[in-house]
């Protein structure tokens, strides 16, 4: 059995609000299930998050081979003598990254800058909910 979704979750995994998941259905940009209340096929919502992420763009105009881009606002600053914390809010992303307080100061973050934050992972940790 395929996964399936209600309005309300689709909205939330897609980031957009419930009635934009409404308007996409009505314009049939989603398929919905013969459920009650209409759930939308997961498989179909994939796709749509692929479009919306390819969509966006990125704001800062790199180009790299990293393909785990999340751009966002930095939302709080922690830097001492040697190092720093910085938090960005990426969507409903938080990311927390521990740098040089140099690397802080050379690239001028303070809470409100744009910024973007660059994943390059050999590790992946999965998780699916029990069924």
Do not use: C
Not at 52 to 68: E, F, I, P, T, Y
Not at 85 to 94: S, Y
Request: hydrophobic share 45%.
């Amino acid at each position: 059995m395929s996964a399936s979704y209600k309005i309300a979750q689709a909205a939330d995994l897609l980031g957009v609000s419930d009635d934009t998941v409404r308007r996409w259905v009505e314009r049939g940009v989603l398929p919905v299930t013969d459920a009650t209340p209409a759930e939308i096929p997961g498989e179909a919502l994939a796709q749509q998050a692929i479009a919306l992420a390819r969509s966006s763009g990125d704001a800062s105009g790199v180009r790299s081979s990293a393909r785990n881009r999340f751009t966002g606002l930095v939302t709080n600053v922690v830097i001492d003598t040697v190092a720093a914390q910085v938090e960005i809010q990426a969507g409903p992303h938080r990311i927390v990254s521990l740098m040089t307080a140099e690397a802080v100061r050379e690239l001028g973050l303070e809470v409100g800058s744009l910024a973007v934050a660059v994943v390059k992972a050999t590790t992946v940790i999965v998780e699916a909910p029990r069924s």
